[in-house]
């Protein structure tokens, strides 16, 4: 097991924090998620108790879930069997548990890890909340504010260390359109997708379009994928309509500082591939195999749809070269395993 001093908690927890911005969860975590909130609503005299529980549980869900992919142990959320993969039973012990410091017999990580990470997602939590109510409340108060806050955070992480994953063999290659079909040649990757999709599919494909909102593909990989094949047009100087097949390079934002991963949490848009893969990385659900098929365009900058002639022409050759990527990635994939 790695020792807790190779592990950076904060990294963690700011993982955790851009995974649940895309709300990972499982469905079947997610409707209990929400019968919680339905719970609270009605048990609580104050209702935004219950969307700050929910946000808690969310949270500490991620934190688990970052954990996984810390560890190297993550069962995509995808191979989660549908229909009585959570044992609430379990859940509720593994939380009693933790609540009372005791991570021994679930983390994935040295257990002061995980509680130090626990801590420090129950401590922003806690802070949202400061600024607007810490005068208006008494010490007890507030100290009943935080426990009820830990819970649910608890309660989160527990809920995914509590589900029962099947196992998943095949490979499974997502190949995403990017680009703003309103920009003239920008509108290529949505073009090659579009292609795609009315030729035979490929078995453990998942061919999909996200136009300029990356966010949409950061939740998309919360399925779970070994590969992934990003589609876009790429200026790198060529003729127009030049196809690139290129290995992405992808930024970790733990070599940024505290105000570029603030910025970077702010943009829920992500309207940039590049700022989508950073978040996709930081939150352990970007593929170890991640490629571009790019094309070089004549024009990105002009309002209109359409493609140029150059860059239309380039459709079935960036068609082609999608799919022998698929196959290298696949192949890759099954002498690994």
């Given at each position: 097991m790695t020792t807790?001093?190779?592990?950076?908690?904060?990294d963690l927890c700011f993982a955790a924090r851009a995974l649940a911005q895309t709300h990972p969860m499982t469905e079947e975590s997610l409707r209990y998620r929400q019968a919680c909130f339905e719970q609270e609503r009605e048990r609580q005299p104050v209702t935004e108790l219950a969307d700050w529980a929910s946000t808690a549980l969310l949270v500490g869900y991620c934190l688990r879930r970052s954990e996984e992919q810390r560890a190297q142990t993550e069962t995509p959320a995808a191979a989660v069997a549908p229909g009585g993969g959570i044992d609430l039973e379990s859940v509720t012990a593994l939380s009693e548990s933790l609540r009372v410091g005791d991570?021994?017999?679930?983390?994935?990580?040295?257990?002061?890890?995980?509680?130090?990470?626990?801590?420090e997602i129950i401590g922003t939590e806690l802070d949202k909340r400061r600024e607007h109510?810490?005068?208006?409340?008494?010490?007890?108060?507030?100290?009943?504010?935080?426990?009820?806050?830990?819970?649910?955070v608890i309660?989160?992480?527990?809920?995914?260390?509590?589900?029962?994953?099947?196992?998943?063999?095949?490979?499974?290659?997502?190949?995403?359109?990017?680009?703003?079909?309103?920009?003239?040649?920008?509108?290529?990757g949505v073009e090659v997708v579009k292609r795609l999709r009315e030729r035979?599919?490929?078995?453990?494909?998942t061919v999909a379009e996200?136009?300029?909102?990356?966010?949409?593909?950061?939740?998309?990989?919360?399925?779970?994928?070994?590969?992934?094949?990003?589609?876009?047009a790429v200026d790198r100087d060529r003729a127009p309509g030049t196809v690139m097949v290129i290995d992405a390079e992808v930024i970790d934002v733990a070599g940024l500082d505290v105000d570029e991963r603030h910025d970077l949490l702010a943009d829920m848009h992500l309207a940039t591939p590049e700022r989508a893969l950073m978040v996709a990385k930081a939150a352990g659900v970007?593929?170890?195999?991640?490629?571009?098929?790019?094309?070089?365009?004549a024009a990105v900058d002009m309002l209109g749809i359409g493609l140029t002639a150059a860059v239309n022409a380039a459709?079935?050759?960036?068609?082609?070269?999608?799919?022998?990527?698929?196959?290298?990635?696949?192949?890759t994939h099954a002498s690994r395993t």
């Open positions: 807790a001093a190779e592990i950076d908690v904060s991570a021994g017999s679930v983390s994935l990580l040295p257990a002061e890890v995980t509680i130090a990470a626990l801590d109510l810490r005068e208006q409340m008494d010490d007890a108060s507030w100290s009943e504010l935080g426990d009820y806050i830990a819970w649910w309660h989160g992480y527990a809920l995914r260390a509590g589900e029962r994953p099947r196992p998943s063999t095949s490979a499974r290659v997502l190949v995403v359109g990017v680009g703003n079909v309103l920009h003239g040649d920008d509108g290529f035979r599919p490929l078995p453990g494909v996200t136009g300029i909102g990356g966010i949409h593909l950061v939740h998309e990989l919360m399925a779970g994928y070994d590969a992934l094949v990003v589609v876009d970007l593929p170890e195999r991640t490629v571009i098929v790019g094309c070089q365009p459709v079935d050759h960036a068609v082609a070269e999608v799919e022998r990527c698929v196959q290298e990635l696949a192949s």
